[in-house]
């Protein structure tokens, strides 16, 4: 049985290549994510390692901000001279690091990455320790004077003896390149400006006397966590201690967020693959049993059991797994590789020399790839124990023409009435978590009920997708269509494919347009202001930017908005953790708030603020309520609430409790803190255009800046949904990819199954021409029957996703028609790909060797 088994596997290696590919692909996938991200990890941890001070003394960090805005925490400069004298300190120095800069070149362009990363101002002090070392020039030795990465140099054309800008909290103020500076290490992307210690604290934090850590040294035979027990003994609280150990693991938690982003994303592409790759393994193994009818019955007629033929078939898709396995691992290292050179162009500087294939990743590849095929062979496996010897006999197919549909029937509809009752409790649910719950459980149970009942719908469907043919294409298109209709559990298996990639476009689809339209109708309702001036990547920006715009010509109005961290302890004992916004007067008009309870006034006054309603009322929080409020630095305060808003508001979306409150009681506790948005008005009588013209070109010194309108504003929304929508649609390709795949297998297993009554076709005067024409319009109307149930799917998943989007405020339904009918129309179009060489080996066959064909 074993040598009957490697030489079966041997004689269907062809018609088994297709599946192996789906294998490949999602073990590519699977072991690409790891690599990529170990190699990553495994980069950063040795540079955080190697670069973390022993000790590392930093400001109390009770809040961390989910965005940024909330000001720069500092110490006193000073506090290293009390360090420098705990006993088993070798040595410690203030340190300058902060990221809420902007630094432009001599031609007014940034010179700040592109991609995201960070520009940071850091005082220049070289040690061991420091990922940097000074290549050329001299360090910085006093105002005026800075060193630029080289990285950073090299791409943005920046020289020794080049003036720079820097844009920071206290101020602006120029500085000339005097040397260059290049990564010892790992370069994670970021441009890297050195200062003085002295001229850091004074430019960047507003005094010398102010450092944002101290570093400390410990002396020989002096342990790390002893030392940070000394230091604390010492300095007293109020302070943030961490040894270089739990600094490193501090750092790589904050790239793990990045690092997760890309990992889930390929990781979402692998389950795309296995998923639509198991329709394609369970249909190819199913038809290669179907053919191989005579030669299991022939095998049972010779004396093997049924428990010896399942295992057969188990073994040959074991075989297929390990060879997908195998090839999928070796697509996985060139996909690493290929990512790795790819952040190598967004300036993150991994070497491929360096990366790490960890035990796990071979471990998941194998696991995976054998898994998958294991798992979808085995329905098709039992079928053939099942093989009578007298089989042998004759030609039947054991998958069952004709073979009663009613277990499916009975379990379809079993799961499809469990599916529609969670969706219908999702449309009628009043909270957002358990919607979103429902809305998950539904999705899956009706997407099982689909594919179980997939083939009940292959006869009424296909008889009308395929209505036309026989009127379009005479006998031609009456046989593809009943080609079709012949196998119900085959077509629905090989449409399923395709129904799961569209289900998924059309539901996103729905939920995407929905978002747009109930942003734009948000920002008619609410966005009042003519202007809003913005940093391209959201970053706050310094006070100069506001007198540069309350300075320019035809400015009638300017509200800064400021963003802050902060904790609020509510009545129900719950401490909520969120980011509120902080407004300066005249808000009213220019954002057009709706309130349940008081006004803009209240909201706005000193030691007051206002949140949403529905978030105040779940919290039992009400006008007068007074709340404890944890700021930033340790500072807290017992705050009013003045205003509850209703949901309308664009503040209850992306922070929770749609929490704001004046710039007045911001300043107060929130010291430093910069403006991350301007609303700006028109003077009376002053042309909107023109004052565009003058506020772009007054703020030319800050190109980071951008001056939209309410159309541009929809602009920036549309595009960042679209980003989600992009993914959707690049997940979609891979599931379209892998059911072309499966026609294909489909098609070219099929045209082996019907070799005789092709060369019988061909006998009675079918030529070549119609023959290609047959077999293309079979692989349309199946791809076309797996479009449909999958945008019928899609489109009940989206109207009931919009229904979770509802409860937060997002009320508008749209659903994209233009996007629905182009699918239909490629749909048909992958189906004519799919067929192409399919069709041209029917159209080659030799007539007297298919009429002969056993």
């Known amino acids: 049985m074993l040598r009957a088994t490697l030489r079966s596997f041997l004689a269907h290696k062809g018609r088994l290549a297709l599946s192996a590919l789906a294998v490949v692909l999602s073990v590519a996938f699977v072991s690409g994510s790891l690599i990529f991200s170990d190699t990553v990890t495994r980069t950063f941890d040795r540079l955080f390692a190697s670069t973390a001070a022993d000790v590392t003394v930093g400001p109390k960090q009770d809040l961390r901000s989910p965005v940024p805005g909330g000001g720069v925490q500092t110490v006193p400069a000073d506090l290293a001279g009390r360090v420098a004298k705990v006993p088993g300190v070798a040595s410690a120095h203030a340190d300058v690091s902060v990221q809420n800069i902007t630094v432009i070149d001599s031609r007014n362009r940034s010179v700040g990455p592109t991609t995201g990363a960070p520009t940071i101002a850091i005082s220049w002090y070289l040690t061991d320790r420091s990922p940097v070392e000074l290549t050329s020039g001299h360090a910085p030795r006093g105002a005026g004077e800075a060193l630029l990465d080289a990285d950073t140099a090299d791409k943005k054309h920046v020289r020794i003896g080049d003036t720079l800008t820097v844009q920071a909290q206290p101020g602006t103020f120029r500085v000339r390149v005097v040397g260059i500076a290049t990564f010892r290490t790992t370069n994670p992307g970021a441009a890297l400006v050195f200062l003085d210690q002295a001229t850091a604290g004074k430019q960047l934090l507003g005094s010398a006397d102010k450092a944002t850590a101290i570093s400390v040294e410990a002396a020989p035979g002096v342990t790390d966590p002893v030392l940070k027990d000394r230091v604390a003994a010492a300095i007293g609280g109020g302070y943030d201690l961490k040894t270089a150990a739990e600094q490193a693991k501090s750092a790589a938690a904050n790239l793990g967020g990045f690092l997760d982003v890309i990992k889930y994303v390929m990781l979402g592409f692998a389950g795309i693959a296995v998923l639509v790759g198991i329709f394609l393994i369970v249909n190819t193994f199913s038809m290669l049993i179907a053919q191989r009818t005579r030669e299991l019955g022939l095998l049972r007629a010779l004396g093997a059991d049924r428990r010896q033929v399942r295992r057969s078939v188990l073994l040959e898709a074991l075989l297929l797994g390990v060879v997908g396995s195998t090839l999928g ?5 060139g996909m690493a590789y290929g990512l790795i050179r790819l952040m190598s162009l967004f300036g993150m500087n991994l070497k491929a020399t360096e990366m790490v294939i960890g035990w796990g990743t071979p471990v998941a590849a194998y696991l995976v790839g054998v898994g998958v095929t294991f798992v979808a062979a085995y329905l098709p496996a039992r ?17 069952g023409i004709d073979k009663p549909l009613t277990g499916r029937a009975v379990a379809g509809a079993v799961m499809g009435v469990a599916g529609a009752a969670a969706l219908a409790g999702c449309v009628a649910a009043t909270k957002a978590a358990p919607a979103a719950a429902l809305l998950g459980l539904g999705v899956v149970l009706t997407l099982i009920a689909m594919v179980i009942a997939g083939p009940l719908l292959v006869r009424p469907v296909i008889r009308v997708l395929g209505g036309a043919f026989p009127a379009l294409f005479g006998s031609v298109g009456r046989m593809s269509q009943r080609n079709a209709l012949r196998n119900p559990r085959r077509t629905g298996a090989t449409a399923a494919a395709l129904m799961v990639g569209l289900a998924l476009v059309g539901g996103m689809s729905v939920a995407s347009a929905s978002m747009s339209a ?4 948000q920002i008619d309702r609410t966005l009042g202001a003519d202007f809003i001036v913005q940093s391209t990547n959201f970053t706050p920006f310094s006070d100069d930017v506001r007198r540069t715009v309350l300075g320019t010509e035809g400015v009638g109005l300017v509200v800064p908005q400021r963003i802050t961290p902060l904790a609020v302890r509510m009545p129900d004992g719950r401490r909520v953790q969120t980011a509120a916004s902080a407004y300066g007067p005249g808000l009213d008009d220019v954002v057009h708030l709706t309130y349940a309870r008081g006004g803009t006034g209240a909201a706005l006054a000193d030691g007051r603020l206002a949140m949403d309603a529905g978030f105040a009322r779940d919290h039992g929080a009400r006008v007068g309520t007074v709340l404890p409020v944890e700021f930033p630095g340790g500072r807290e305060a017992r705050i009013t609430v003045g205003a509850l808003t209703n949901l309308e508001s664009p ?7 749609g929490i704001f409150l004046g710039l007045k009681t911001v300043d107060r506790y929130v010291p430093g803190a910069q403006d991350s948005v301007l609303f700006v008005n028109a003077a009376p ?4 255009t023109a004052l565009r013209s003058s506020l772009e ?9 951008q001056v939209r309108d309410q159309a541009d504003y929809k602009k920036l929304v549309h595009d960042q949904i679209s980003v989600l929508l992009y993914l959707v649609y690049a997940l979609l390709g891979l599931a379209i990819a892998i059911a072309v795949l499966g026609v294909v297998n489909t098609l070219a297993l099929s045209v082996v199954e019907r070799t005789r009554e092709i060369g019988l076709l061909r006998a009675i005067g079918l030529s070549r021409r119609q023959l290609r024409r047959m077999i293309r319009l079979e692989s349309v109307v199946i791809a076309v029957f797996g479009a449909v149930l999958g945008l019928a799917l899609g489109l009940v998943w989206g109207v009931c996703g919009q229904q979770v989007l509802a409860l937060r405020g997002l009320k508008e339904l749209q659903v994209p028609w233009g996007t629905i009918v182009a699918v239909v129309i490629g749909s048909a179009v992958v189906g004519v790909v799919a067929a192409l060489l399919p069709a041209l080996r029917a159209s080659r066959m030799n007539v007297l060797a298919a009429i002969a064909h056993e």
């Open 329 to 333: 691992l070796a697509a996985g290292i």
């Open 383 to 399: 079928r053939a124990g099942t093989v009578s010897p007298m089989a042998a006999l004759s030609d039947a197919e054991i998958a």
């Open 518 to 521: 109930s942003f734009d109708r």
């Open 651 to 657: 503040e209850g979306f992306g922070t929770q409790g």
């Open 685 to 688: 009588g002053t042309d909107a």
């Open 697 to 705: 070109s007054a703020l030319k010194p800050y190109p980071q800046l």
